[in-house]
């Protein structure tokens, strides 16, 4: 079974896509902790950051890119927000898919955690 991303980019479950390309596709999170909380998802399924492969690392370049451009849109560039990608349970990974938040929108705590 695939997981609920893996969905999301077949086309199984809907989602609110802001972008995509052959490689990325980016979507709203329907559960979002901030006024923007966008999910930017690699195509292929890569299940965390610690799994990638040396050829595979480029793609975290081409979700930066894409989070950057999307910031831009949602206009929260000037104002500041923040990329997070977790890894693993202890990490906070729900989805084993590897996967970039942004949020913005309103002042976000400096905690980390």
Do not use: W
Request: a negative charge; aromatic letters at 2%; hydrophobic letters at 40%.
């Amino acid at each position: 079974m695939s997981c609920i991303f893996c969905q999301i980019i077949s086309g199984e479950i809907p989602g609110e896509i802001l972008h995509q390309d052959d490689e990325v596709i980016a979507f709203r999170d329907i559960n979002p902790r901030a006024p923007i909380h966008i999910l930017i998802v690699p195509r292929k399924h890569l299940a965390a950051l610690s799994d990638l492969t040396e050829e595979e690392l480029p793609i975290l370049g081409k979700m930066a890119g894409i989070a950057k451009k999307l910031a831009e849109g949602e206009g929260i560039s000037e104002r500041g927000y923040r990329i997070v990608v977790n890894c693993g349970p202890e990490g906070g990974q729900l989805v084993p898919h590897l996967h970039m938040h942004l949020l913005g929108g309103r002042q976000l705590s400096d905690e980390m955690g």
